[in-house]
T-cell receptor, first 111, second 119 residues
Framework: DAKTTQPPSMDCAEGRAANLPCNHSTISGNEYVYWYRQIHSQGPQYIIHGLKNNETNEMASLIITEDRKSSTLILPHATLRDTAVYYCIVDLYNQGGKLIFGQGTELSVKP | GAVVSQHPSWVICKSGTSVKIECRSLDFQATTMFWYRQFPKQSLMLMATSNEGSKATYEQGVEKDKFLINHASLTLSTLTVTSAHPEDSSFYIC???????????????FGPGTRLLVL
């Protein structure tokens, strides 16, 4: 079973920041949090990952709470092309790095 | 990032035939690859872990004799759906673990998927 819970859907206005929450209250100390997104009929696209520090790359920022029980993916200026299903996944480090996908959050960016 | 390809991108076959899907890591070597399938409006379901040079590890409920996996090189894993039936119609996606630089965490990169339709 997935170790994360996410809201099933969210809306965001184009140009505004999209903040996608994720709960992972049973995460272990050496397990990373990964974010992927899947645009319809394509393979998942890697976005970002982190362990305990906040991370930023050209696509997004990842904010992880100090207790590591939750995180937020931030798309700073959402565009229509960011409409996708976003998956927050805990890397099962002790199981060969398997990624178990939950249901994700369906983000709709609206003009 | 990294590039993972799949071939074919879609395939239609008759019931009872076998279908082979290839997954290649194009710009890195991957000792571990994974195979998933996805039904419409559902999330990805992990089928098996493919390890270069050894037998694949299958998730509970996935028939190893039905879904044959071969990982003969560090850049290629294949999934063969044997004696395919209409219920095997699905979107099959592979991923490959790319080693991190200087001992950093590995990251999985996904292929574009293969859509299988069994008539």
């Amino acid at each position: 079973d997935a170790k994360t819970t996410q809201p099933p859907s969210m809306d965001c206005a184009e140009g505004r920041a999209a903040n996608l929450p994720c709960n992972h209250s049973t995460i272990s100390g050496n397990e990373y949090v990964y974010w992927y997104r899947q645009i319809h009929s394509q393979g998942p696209q890697y976005i970002i990952h982190g362990l305990k520090n906040n991370e930023t790359n050209e696509m997004a920022s990842l904010i992880i709470t100090e207790d590591r029980k939750s995180s937020t993916l931030i798309l700073p200026h959402a565009t229509l092309r960011d409409t996708a299903v976003y998956y927050c996944i805990v890397d099962l480090y002790n199981q060969g790095g398997k990624l178990i996908f939950g249901q994700g959050t369906e983000l709709s960016v609206k003009p | 990032g990294a590039v993972v390809s799949q071939h074919p991108s879609w395939v239609i076959c008759k019931s009872g035939t076998s279908v082979k899907i290839e997954c290649r890591s194009l710009d890195f070597q991957a000792t571990t690859m994974f195979w998933y399938r996805q039904f419409p409006k559902q999330s990805l379901m992990l089928m098996a872990t493919s390890n270069e040079g050894s037998k694949a590890t299958y998730e509970q409920g996935v028939e190893k004799d039905k879904f044959l996996i071969n990982h003969a090189s560090l850049t290629l894993s294949t999934l063969t759906v044997t004696s395919a039936h209409p219920e095997d119609s699905s979107f099959y996606i592979c991923s490959a673990r790319k080693p991190g630089l200087r001992g950093l965490q590995e990251t999985q990169y996904f292929g574009p998927g293969t859509r299988l339709l069994v008539l």
